[in-house]
């Protein structure tokens, strides 16, 4: 069977913590592939209008072009709507019988997974795969994560989003090229 890693996420702006996640799973877990998945309409997050569908897309393929083994998965900008990840995966295993899917999770999200829409047949659909991140306790006792030992970094979008608006440094945060084309799409503030 294929193996194949999905890191779902709003990528507002993607950055080097999304990286190091989907390189570390990679290797911890042998995977044939690792697709960085935008959502439509994150399920649990306020929607913001500072970046569109279209900007999010042209930063992950400016970040993945190096590694061929980093892929997009658009299924869910396809879709549109909330993008709730029991649908992503009912469709993405109907489409893709021979394939084992990891989904890749930070800390703060297996603190919310009780939550999520569906996630007792979620469950049976995916193998969780875990990062630590600090700020959150990483645990859930309900459902099973398999925990990845990696360098934590205390790094968010939302951190890269302030740095932007207040003229923060930037630099070794953002993949290469990501944060020129920030600037000139005048994204966060920086037009
Ligand atoms: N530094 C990090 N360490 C571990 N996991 C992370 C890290 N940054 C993001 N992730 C995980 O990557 C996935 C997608 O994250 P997302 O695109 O929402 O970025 P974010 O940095 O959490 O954004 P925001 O600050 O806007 O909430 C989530 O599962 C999140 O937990
Ligand atoms: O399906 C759900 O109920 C659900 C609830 C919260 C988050 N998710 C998914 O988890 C991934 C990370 O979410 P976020 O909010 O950090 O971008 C992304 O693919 C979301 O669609 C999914």
Known sequence: MKRVGILGGTFNPPHIGHLICANEAFHALKLDEVRFMPNAIAPHKQHREDATTFNRIQML?????????????????????VSYTYDTMVELCEREPDVQFYFIIGGDMIDTLETWYNIDELVKLVKFVGFKRPGSTSSNSNYTVQMIEAPEIDLSSTLIRHRLATGGTLKFLLPEGVEAYIRKEGLYGTG
């Open 61 to 81: 393929e400016m970040m993945i072009k190096p590694y061929p083994y980093f892929k997009i998965e658009k299924i869910e900008i396809e879709r549109g709507g």
